[in-house]
Structures are given as structure tokens and as C-alpha cells.
T-cell receptor, first 113, second 114 residues
């Protein structure tokens, strides 16, 4: 089954404790992206990747890191999480063709205390 | 830069009522437009998309949207909503001339009352 898999689904952590949210897709998509969803703000792009070893900042990249060492994986790293990073995070992938629809993972609800 | 505005933040309808959700975008060139739906507790799913051609686009579950270039709009419609349409709806734009960057609106929560 074609899918984008994120883990974990729920994560509660404390300020400053490094964490990684994993994302994997099995559709051989070149493009992958991370979004955060906050009430009243919709989805905002954090980072995206056009292909292996090619990543770039989205609209809200501060406090986040990503890597794309393999085509299927695109982990999101929070080196020193802060409470303002409490949010619902979605990974998405698509073909690189402009206009290709995004396929989303099931989301990771992160709480930073 | 591209942007999307959804003016209705929360809509409450009775079953069988007609639905129209507004979406306006800002972008200077050719665009691809999308509507995504997020059912409670789930991830976003594609509802419909416009790339080119017929400005009236039909999607899944009886939804349709009309692209009006002169108004920079891509409103979502459904003639008769059901309780199962209760969800959050997001309009999104992708500038066709650029790279694969999708900008989302802030979303509209639709609540359908049985």
C-alpha cells in the first residue's frame, strides 16, 4: 500500500531534550516536506527536499533540522525543543513535478513542556 | 510570493444544505490549485485539483470547485452536505512556473448537524 509513515504518533518531551520524528514513504517520490499545523494558522512549511541530499527552508524553519540521505526517508530533528514547538506535525511527499498532489502521513502530535 | 486566503473559519450547516467555501489566492502567474480535506483525527487527503482546462473541477464525494481566474478564486461547493462531511477543508496553491512549493490557507472547519 502506498503510504507515508510517520513515527511516533504522539510525543511528550521536555525543553531542550533532542528528538527526531521519522518519516518514510514507499512511493519513490522525489519531493518530501514537513509541515506544522496550528489552530488558526493552517499548515506552514518547515523544510522541504527536492531529492536526495537536496533540502531547503520553508516558511518556519527556525529550531528545526532535516536530512535526506535516502530517497525514502526525511527525518525532522529538533535539537533543543521549546514549548512554542508544541504542534501537530505532518510529513508529505509527492512527485517532483510541479502541481503533483501531496500525500500526507498520519501526523505526530508533539508536546514540549 | 504566493498566498491563500480562506475567509470562512467555521461553518455550521444542517444536513442537505448547500455548501460553498471561499478560497482566494495571490500569485502572478499560472497556478495549480487544490482542496484538501482533514477528517477529525486524520491526515489531509486530496479532495480535488485544478491544473488547466475546464475551470469546473469535480472531485470525490460530490465536491466540485470552480476556478475563476479574473477573481483569483477557487471556491469549493457541494449541493447537499452530509454529516460525514464534517471536517476541516484546506485550499492550497502551487505556482506552476516555480518549484514544488505548496502554500496552504488557514482552513475552514465545517460542522454538519444531522
Amino acid at each position: 500500500e502506498a503510504q507515508v509513515t510517520q513515527n511516533p504518533r504522539y510525543l511528550i518531551t521536555v525543553t531542550g531534550k533532542k528528538l527526531t520524528v521519522t518519516c518514510s514513504q514507499n512511493m519513490n517520490h522525489e519531493y518530501m516536506s514537513w509541515y506544522r499545523q496550528d489552530p488558526g494558522l493552517g499548515l506552514r512549511q518547515i523544510y522541504y527536499s527536492m531529492n536526495v541530499e537536496v533540502t531547503d527552508k520553508g516558511d518556519v524553519p527556525e529550531g528545526y533540522k532535516v536530512s535526506r540521505k535516502e530517497k525514502r526517508n526525511f527525518p525532522l530533528i529538533l535539537e533543543s525543543p521549546s514549548p512554542n514547538q508544541t504542534s501537530l506535525y505532518f510529513c508529505a511527499s509527492s512527485l517532483s513535478t510541479v502541481g503533483s498532489p501531496l500525500h500526507f502521513g498520519n501526523g505526530t502530535r508533539l508536546t514540549v513542556t | 510570493a504566493q498566498s491563500v486566503s480562506q475567509h470562512n473559519h467555521h461553518v455550521i450547516l444542517s444536513e442537505a444544505a448547500s455548501l460553498e467555501l471561499g478560497c482566494n489566492y495571490s500569485y502572478g502567474g499560472t497556478v495549480n490549485l487544490f482542496w484538501y480535506v482533514q477528517y477529525p483525527g486524520q491526515h489531509l487527503q486530496l479532495l480535488l485539483k485544478y491544473f488547466s482546462g475546464d475551470p469546473l473541477v469535480k472531485g470525490i464525494k460530490g465536491f466540485e470547485a470552480e476556478f475563476i481566474k479574473s477573481k483569483f478564486s477557487f471556491n469549493l461547493r457541494k449541493p447537499s452536505v452530509q454529516w460525514s462531511d464534517t471536517a476541516e477543508y484546506f485550499c492550497a496553491v502551487n505556482g506552476a512556473g516555480g518549484y514544488q512549493k505548496v502554500t496552504f490557507g488557514t482552513g475552514t472547519k465545517l460542522q454538519v448537524i444531522p
